[in-house]
């Protein structure tokens, strides 16, 4: 590929977005909501209707992170097995 003149900083910025795609890549010990939702498989709007009331959070300024430990706790603490989400959805 070519290089265009001034393009230098915006691929810089594409590859430093690619990075983030792996939000819970080893040695991350919080997530910001974006990547939080992303690590759940959820919008961040469901993550804050139905989640974040739930979880212990990191205020670092206006930033939140969520540490991962408390996003593996929440995980744990409203998992099913499958008979029993079945029987809770009374199947």
Known sequence: MRDIPGMGAARTANENRKR?????SPGRLALSKRETAEALGVSVDFLE???MHELRVVRCGRRRLIPVREIERWLD?????ALDADRHLGR
């Open 20 to 24: 983030v795609e792996h939000p819970a």
């Open 49 to 51: 209707e139905h989640v």
């Open 77 to 81: 603490e409203h998992a099913m097995r």
